[in-house]
Structures are given as structure tokens and as C-alpha cells.
């Protein structure tokens, strides 16, 4: 079936679905609400913001000149850099790394959830967790995540609590309170995050200079992912490296900002495995964090969209989510219109970029073209016109050239 | 078995009926000017007004989405395939099968004359091209069609300038947004200025050159996205209705982040369309039960959706010309 009837099919079960379309309104209306306070509280955050397009834009146009830098760096430190041309070259490189029979935990990152790593590693006969608790609770539904930064708002604790009954045995009580669940998740997670084998994270931005990794989180999952297993593996987009590790932070902030939690909890900066040199100054690779650091770029169209005029611009995207929050469509569809992995605005255009552009020309023709989502990118992605541009090839193709 | 995907039949439909007949929905030219042949407006002149044809086909396009509505998910037999060709050759036809309210059809007549008056009564001096006031294509372009969209924009532009015009006043949001930012990348030595008539009548207002009034005492304003995102035509409509003494309420999301009506996805996903109609609604419902709105595809989309019972009316169905020394309108 073509992308735009399959994405109409599952939207046609949710648009009468009350909960779902009370749930994704209600997250968006908050959203939409609580960053413009955070703008104006904090009126550095667009500056911010600009310095970051500014960043982005620079990186887009010497995208192998960075990834060659980046990687050179993450090298220095200690660590292996790996460039993975697409999907399932990245899914072997860790999976070469992982092994089999091993316990993973990853926290949550769209670009594994772009190749099918957790799949991928289970199907090598490793256990495998997810633990931000949004992610754990889509791994358990066996669904797409419906939103980059909250993934399982589409979920009522009722449903909560019969996934935890069902799925992890847990004895959930009637009528628990989401900070019960909470506690018994936390008390379920920690036993594999002490016992876990390897760590997988994400990136929200790789300093080409330093080779350091920042991520942004609030749960705090992120940092016993990447700081308690021996192995870490981090598995980024080559559009998330930047000049500097000062330019990393500020994507951080500014991702945190434009999705609506600000301060964010934690940033975490990785630069290199753990070491120490307490003993007579000489320096041990290894110490109360990993002992190795594997970095995985992942290429999977990133670099022929950096050449191409129409979706070159979407490579600034920081996955902040605010398109999403923002847009009328996706407040009644959430992440059901998109693509397999990505969803809203932002998801069609990343589905063209990894998938190739006849996976998502059809998805945009759903796009209002009301420009909500243009108003409110804080790196200023004209992302109706690039979905406009889309239309164009989908009508093109339906009609023989005809269009 | 021979059918083909809805989407596809529908494209094909308004590209063809937009190129042979001059509208996405093949009706007989005098549906769109037959409105003007009371005011006896001339056929020539520097100053045109083009309504691109949108509010008087409003109504048709209303009826062809419930039709849309029935084959939502499903195939197009080559009936109806067949049914397609045959409407664009016989336009009469087309308005016989589609039957629209007649209460609609009148409105949409209703609401160009009085922007006529309006003009009129600012002392803007305007011409009428009849027969020439062809759509502007602006859906095909919405849907990528942009092949067929150019050759329309060219066609649409020669004809303005057969009238004579070197300026074009618009009426609504769309056609402004594609004669204004579009038909200049589209058309070769594109010189016509592009002027909404809500630009003119807030001017005509501010400086006293036209005296307005109200017919409702209040109502909520609902902004399309074109005028607020793509125009920046805001405050125009907010002076207008105040100038008339209409009370103008905010909603929740107004201005620079006005919600959509859901109709530019009206003819690819019905439903979604109406859902997001209906969400805007409520919203709306929060300040007034009036509402005004600026644009003819907004006020169907949120028409067809209005289960609150809400008095939704075009701007210019709210305010009117007083003319002087009458103290009442005719």
C-alpha cells in the first residue's frame, strides 16, 4: 500500500478515538503555551537559536570536511568513530560491538529508531531495554513513538498500568497513581542498568573540535545509559556535529527551550571513555564510567540531502518537536503521519531524506500549508515550502508528468 | 480490474476542468459574474476587481466533498472516471448534478456586491472583466500541480491585462497571496499591483473617506492563514470592524498564530478536515457566538463542522456602507 493511504487508514482509527485526540491536544495546547513564556523569560534563547541556524548552516555546506573532523577528534579522545553509509551498515557496526546474549539499555533516540536497532540487536539474542520511560512504554505497546521529545503521550495511565501488568508482570494496583508506576519502573530499570553490558545512546549534537557528545534529558536515564555499562555506544545523524563543544551546548539549550522544558533537567557532556591518573599520574583508560566509547555517524541520505536544493535546509533540524506541538494535522494524528519513524512537519521531510523522497511525496500532500510550523522552528526551516515542494513530485508521479 | 486511486482522479479532474473551462469545478461562466450584472460595472479600466472566482465556487466545491466524503478509502470505478470527462465538457450539467443550496450560491453573490459598494463608497472606481474572471488556479498550485498552475496564472494575467488592468483589487485571502508572492515567479513581466480590499477599505476608513457600520454588536475573529501568516494582513480587518462599531473578541489562537480551518485538506482527507474544523470551532465558541471570518474556504470549512450552533459570518456579510443621510441601510 502507498504511504498516503496507509498513513489515512491508521489516522481514520484515531480521529474518533476521544482519548487520543483529548491526550495530543492537550500536550500540544501546554507546549504551545509554555514556550513563548520560556522565550520571554529567558530572552537569550533566540539568540541562542540564531547562533545555532548560523552553526547548522555552516556544517550543512562542509559536511565531509566536519564528519572527517569530528571523527579525527572522537579518535583523540580515546574513542572509535564510525561512519555507517546507511542503515543496515549502522546496524551491523553495532551490532558487531554488542555482540549476542548481551543486556543493552538505550535511552531514547530517534536515529535508532530511523534503522531498527532495538529490533535489530533482539534479533541477535540480546535483551534489550529502552529506559526512558515514554520509550520503554512504546517497546512495550510495540508502536511508533508519537512524539521526538514525548512519546507516549497518547497513552492513559489505565492503559499504563495494563501494559506494565501485561507485559513486565508487575503488580499494578487499580486506580495507581502515575507516581507509583513511576517508582516500580525506576526500581525494574535500575536492576539492568547495574547489570547492563552496553549502554546506547543518541546525540543531540557532536562537537567536531573536541569530539565530546552532548545530550539534553530530564528523566536521568541518559546519564546511566551512557555512564554505568563498560561499553558505550552513541549513534548520531551526521548533521548533529558542529563546529564547537560551545555550539554543542547551545544546541542542547536551545532544543530544550523550543520544546518546553527549560531549564532542562541534566546536559550531559561526553568527551571520550572514562579515565583517571590518581595512581602515581599515570593515566587508566577506564574508570567509574565506561572503559570504551564507540561513536556511529550515520550517513542514510544525510549527505546527498545536504546537495540537494529542496530538503538541504531540514538538516538544521534540532528535533526540538516544536513543529509537531505547533501544527493542526499533527494535533489530531500525532506521529501516525509522517512516516515509519519520524512524524508531523519535520517527520515527512526526514522520511524523504532517509527513506527517499517517493516514501514521503505522498505524506505531504496532509499538510495544511498554513505555516504554523515555519512561524515557530527555532532554526527557521521553511518547512511548508520544502512539504510544497514534495506535493509536486507526489503530483508529478501520480499524474505521468502530467501535473 | 481498471480503477484508479481517488487522489489521482481528483487531480486530474481540476487540472483539466481549470485548463478547458477556467474553473477547478466546470460550471457555466455566468455562476461567477452573473452577480455583477445589477451594479452595471464597466469591462474596462486601470483599476480591476478579480475575485478568482472563490466564493461564487464555494458552494459547488462544498457538494463535490460530500460526494468526496462517500469515496473517502476507496477506488474509482471508470464510471465515474467516465462521469469526470463528461462534466467538464458540459458545464450545465455540472451545476445540475451538484445542486448546491441556492441559499449559498446567493450568499456568495450577496457578499461581492456589497464589497463592490464598499469599494464604490470609498471612492475606489473599479472594473469588472464578466466572462474573464477566471479561478486563479491556486489549488493547483496547492497540490503540486504546478505545471498546469503556471499556464493558468499566464492565461489569468493576459486576460487582466486585456481588461486593462494595472492594478487588481482581490477579495480574499488565496488569490491575493497567489497573484501578489506566486503569479510573479510564474509569469513572464508580471506588472500588475495586487491589492486586497480589505487593505483599501481600512485605508478608506481610517481616512474618513467611507462611513461604516456593524450588523452585529460584537463577534470573535478567525484568521486565515494567508492573510496572517503569508500577508500580514491583521489589524486591516480588526480597524474595519472596529470602525463600524463591531466589538472585535480574540481567540485563544489569533493573529500570527491563527489555527487553520482544516480545509486545504478537505479534498485529500475529509474527515481530518472536518476534525480540525471542529477543534477551531470550540475555541472560537469560548469567546462568541458570532464569528466572523475573512475567507471563503475557511467560512465552509467551519460551516460544514459548526455542530455548536455558531452564526459564522464573512466580514463582509458584518459590515456595510452607511450612506449618508439614509441612517439605515437599504
Redesign the interface.
Known amino acids: 500500500m502507498?504511504p498516503?493511504?496507509k498513513a489515512?487508514?491508521e489516522?481514520?482509527r484515531v480521529?474518533d478515538d476521544e482519548f487520543f485526540?483529548e491526550s495530543v491536544?492537550r500536550a500540544a495546547g501546554h507546549a504551545?503555551e509554555k514556550v513563548p513564556d520560556i522565550l520571554d523569560s529567558h530572552p537569550y534563547l533566540k539568540e541562542l537559536a540564531r547562533e545555532v541556524r548560523r552553526v547548522k548552516e555552516e556544517v550543512i555546506s562542509n559536511l565531509d570536511y566536519y564528519i572527517e573532523e569530528a571523527m579525527k577528534s572522537i579518535e583523540r579522545i580515546g574513542g572509535k568513530a564510525y561512519l555507517a553509509s546507511d542503515a543496515s551498515e549502522a546496524r551491523e557496526i553495532v551490532g558487531r560491538i554488542v555482540g549476542r546474549g548481551k543486556l543493552v539499555v538505550m535511552s531514547k533516540s530517534m536515529t535508532a529508531e530511523e534503522i531498527g536497532l532495538r529490533e535489530y540487536l533482539e534479533s541477535l539474542g540480546n535483551e534489550v531495554w529502552e529506559t526512558d520511560l515514554g520509550q520503554l512504554l512504546i517497546q512495550l505497546e510495540g508502536g511508533k513513538p508519537m512524539h521526538s521529545v514525548a512519546p507516549a503521550i497518547h497513552l492513559s495511565r489505565e492503559r499504563v498500568a495494563s501494559l506494565l501488568r501485561e507485559k513486565l508482570g508487575f503488580e499494578v494496583p487499580e486506580g495507581a497513581r502515575p507516581e507509583d508506576m513511576v517508582r516500580m519502573v525506576r526500581s525494574f530499570l535500575r536492576s539492568k542498568f547495574e547489570r547492563a553490558d552496553v549502554g546506547i545512546s543518541g546525540a543531540n549534537a557532536i562537537a567536531a573540535e573536541t569530539g565530546s557528545i552532548v545530550l539534553v534529558e530530564n528523566e536521568g536515564n541518559i546519564r546511566l545509559v551512557t555512564g554505568l555499562p563498560p561499553i558505550h555506544i552513541a549513534l548520531a545523524g551526521v548533521e548533529k556535529i558542529v563546529p564547537t563543544l560551545m555550539d554543542a551546548i547551545k544546541v542542547a539549550l536551545v532544543q530544550a527551550a523550543y520544546d518546553g522544558l527549560y531549564p532542562p533537567n541534566y546536559i550531559n557532556v561526553i568527551s571520550g571513555p572514562s579515565a583517571t591518573a590518581d595512581i602515581e599520574h599515570v593515566r587508566v583508560r577506564g574508570a567509574h564510567g565506561p572503559l570504551q566509547l564507540h561513536v556511529v555517524l550515520l550517513d542514510n541520505g544525510r549527505l546527498e540531502a545536504s546537495r540537494n536544493q529542496l530538503l538541504r535546509e531540514q538538516l538544521r533540524c534540532i528535533r526540538c518537536g516544536r513543529c509537531q506541538w505547533e501544527c493542526?494535522?499533527w494535533?489530531?494524528?500525532a506521529n501516525l503521519w509522517g512516516g515509519p519513524a519520524y512524524g508531523g512537519p519535520m517527520g515527512v521531510i526526514w522520511t524523504a531524506i532517509t527513506m527517499g523522497v517517493d516514501a514521503a511525496a505522498g505524506l505531504?500532500?496532509?499538510?495544511?500549508?498554513?505555516?504554523?510550523c515555519?512561524?515557530v522552528c527555532p532554526v527557521e526551516i521553511p518547512l511548508s515550502r520544502i512539504l510544497?515542494g514534495?506535493?509536486?513530485?507526489?503530483?508529478?508521479g501520480?499524474?505521468g508528468g502530467?501535473? | 480490474m481498471a480503477s484508479a486511486?481517488p487522489?489521482?482522479a481528483l487531480?486530474?479532474f481540476l487540472?483539466d476542468s481549470t485548463l478547458r473551462v477556467g474553473l477547478p469545478v466546470p460550471l457555466p461562466m455566468e455562476e461567477i459574474y452573473s452577480w455583477a450584472l445589477p451594479l452595471r460595472l464597466p469591462r474596462m479600466g486601470s483599476v480591476i476587481l478579480y475575485t478568482g472566482a472563490l466564493y461564487q465556487l464555494m458552494p459547488y466545491i462544498e457538494s463535490l466533498t460530500r460526494y468526496l466524503s462517500a469515496l473517502?478509502?476507496s477506488r474509482v470505478s471508470d464510471t465515474l472516471l467516465r462521469l469526470a470527462r463528461i462534466l467538464i465538457a458540459t458545464p450545465k450539467l455540472t451545476r445540475t448534478l451538484l445542486a448546491p443550496e441556492p441559499a449559498r450560491v446567493e450568499r456568495a453573490r450577496r457578499i461581492l456586491t456589497n464589497i463592490s459598494r464598499l469599494l464604490s463608497s470609498s471612492g475606489v472606481a473599479h472594473a469588472y472583466p464578466y466572462e474573464d474572471d477566471l479561478y486563479s488556479g491556486v489549488l493547483l498550485y496547492?497540490?503540486?500541480?504546478?505545471?498546469?498552475f503556471a499556464e493558468v496564472a499566464g492565461r489569468v494575467y493576459r486576460k487582466l491585462k486585456e481588461h486593462g488592468a494595472s492594478t487588481v483589487i482581490t477579495v480574499d485571502p488565496h488569490t491575493t497571496n497567489i497573484l501578489r508572492n506566486v503569479y510573479p515567479s510564474y509569469v513572464d513581466g508580471f506588472d500588475l499591483e495586487v491589492v486586497n480590499y480589505l487593505e483599501v477599505l481600512s485605508r478608506a476608513a481610517e481616512e474618513s473617506r467611507i462611513r461604516l457600520r456593524g450588523l452585529v454588536s460584537e463577534a470573535v475573529i478567525h484568521d486565515p492563514?494567508f492573510y496572517a501568516?503569508?500577508l500580514h494582513i491583521i489589524d486591516e480587518p480588526r480597524k474595519i470592524l472596529e470602525r463600524s462599531g463591531v466589538k472585535v473578541l480574540e481567540p485563544r489562537?489569533s493573529r500570527?498564530?491563527t489555527?487553520?480551518c482544516?480545509?486545504?485538506?478537505e479534498s485529500?482527507?475529509p474527515?481530518?478536515a472536518s476534525?480540525?474544523a471542529e477543534?477551531r470551532l470550540k475555541e472560537l465558541a469560548e469567546k462568541s457566538k458570532n464569528v466572523v471570518v475573512l475567507c471563503p474556504i475557511c467560512y465552509t470549512n467551519l460551516s460544514r463542522a459548526n455542530k455548536l450552533g455558531l452564526r459564522i459570518l464573512d466580514i463582509a456579510e458584518v459590515v456595510e456602507a452607511e450612506v449618508p443621510g439614509s441612517g439605515s441601510p437599504q
Open positions: 502507498d498516503l493511504s489515512l487508514g489516522i481514520r480521529l485526540q491536544k504551545e493542526p494535522v494535533q489530531h494524528t505531504s500532500m496532509l499538510c495544511l500549508g498554513c505555516r504554523r515555519d512561524y510544497l514534495l506535493k509536486r513530485i507526489y503530483a508529478h501520480l499524474l502530467q501535473g | 486511486s487522489l489521482k487531480l486530474e487540472r473517502e478509502g496547492d497540490l503540486g500541480l504546478d505545471d498546469a492563514c501568516r503569508y489562537r500570527e498564530a489555527y487553520c482544516g480545509g486545504p485538506v485529500v482527507a474527515r481530518l476534525k480540525i477543534t
